[in-house]
């Protein structure tokens, strides 16, 4: 039993590594359409989305699987549902990029804004955290997934700064709302994108540890405990 | 066993309806926070997100309690799987809560625009789209579910709509752009929050007869047939 399920948990890992890598790439290619203005490229990001919806439920059914044929408890237990969970924030942030894709489109038919404002380093935090997230996953490491959280504070306040400055620039000439509008909306979703990079690295974390959620759920664990010791939580 | 599984799949529906609940009840809050220009509510719905959070821990933790002691298979297996998607979604219906919230604040701080638009139309559609698909997780009802998705479309066009009708409203009236920006982005979370209750409604429709899942993976059905064949799949 034990060497059938290893095989099947590294695939699991490798059907979910493929998906991520399907992700980040059409994530990096929607913000070069928003760099480069090409509105072929935000086209192709949009029609990705489909293989990688279909990557998301081959990950999902494997996990299934693996539920149905091992029944795994404890560790591996705690792993097929934080790659279920990972496999849910993967899928998110595939939409939005398909969203920055339909942006690019948009951007791209009108006149460019005079600036980007610092859009650019707001999306390479943003798909570093999606990467390093990974990266926490692959190599099971709690501590740069912390890091990883650590960052979205970053990203947080550079989304703030940009709607105020956007703000301003719109002020100081309103002929380039449209394409400002549009940035604004770009930068709020790069900062949702690392919200789903911060919830993987959370689902590491719990992966590796389980510390944060026992530490939110005292309550539950007491309880689970006098169900247990009453007999009413065992399989009869 | 089957009477004690059943006895904890109910638990499991009534702990994940606690917390539909409490979201259900936040956004509503955020929405009259926005509406009536109430900081001290507005606040208030930041505040209750720890308890969505803890519940949500909760649920996700009777899904595991459940997986490890019972084992189940088949559509009891389904469900759960659907329960903890289901779950992950409710969780981020409650973080953009907390958004449209921080938006509220934003708003009550500054001169209310001369009109809303149809800000309250959305949020109302949306609403019902998230308390809709909890109907149909509650009745496990596919048609229903069907019906939320379709609402989808509405949503999508309506805050389009919203967004040209601001951007013009902008260009008459430049003054009133830190307000309209923050509409524009409430609008925004909204459509984000029906994308979330179709994603519930999906699960719903998954957990009732899997056809869509099962219509994108048949490549993958048939190389799981092909392993189960060889006996490579079988637990041992």
Redesign the interface.
């Known amino acids: 039993?034990a060497v059938?399920l290893m095989r099947e948990l590294d695939n699991l890992k490798k059907v979910s590594l493929t998906l991520a890598a399907m992700v980040e790439d059409n994530l990096r290619l929607a913000m070069k359409a928003v760099v480069e203005r090409d509105e072929p490229l935000a086209r192709k990001v949009i029609e990705a989305d489909i293989e990688i919806?279909?990557q998301e439920?081959?990950v999902?059914?494997e996990?299934?699987?693996i539920?149905?044929?091992?029944?795994p408890?404890?560790h591996d237990?705690?792993f097929i549902?934080a790659m279920?969970?990972i496999n849910?924030d993967l899928e998110r942030i595939g939409?939005l990029a398909v969203n920055i894709g339909e942006r690019a489109v948009a951007l791209a038919q009108r006149p460019s804004p005079t600036r980007d404002f610092h859009i650019q380093r707001l999306a390479e935090i943003a798909q570093t955290m999606v990467s390093r997230s990974l990266d926490a996953l692959i190599n099971q490491d709690a501590k740069l997934a912390r890091e990883v959280w650590l960052s979205d504070n970053e990203v947080n306040q550079l989304n703030r700064d940009l709607?105020n400055e956007v703000?301003e620039e719109?002020?100081r000439d309103?002929s380039q709302?449209?394409a400002l509008?549009a940035l604004?909306?770009i930068s709020?979703t790069l900062e949702?994108i690392a919200?789903h990079a911060t919830n993987i690295s959370k689902g590491v974390i719990y992966m590796i540890d389980g510390d944060i959620?026992r530490h939110?759920?005292k309550f539950?664990?007491k309880k689970?405990a006098a169900e247990q010791a009453q007999g009413?939580?065992?399989?009869?």
């Open positions: 039993m059938h919806d279909r439920v081959e999902e059914e996990c299934l699987k539920l149905a044929l091992y029944q408890v404890a237990l705690r549902v279920l969970k849910h939409d709607l703000e719109i002020e309103p709302l449209h509008l604004t909306l709020r949702r919200d959620v939110r759920s539950f664990r689970f009413s939580g065992e399989p009869s």
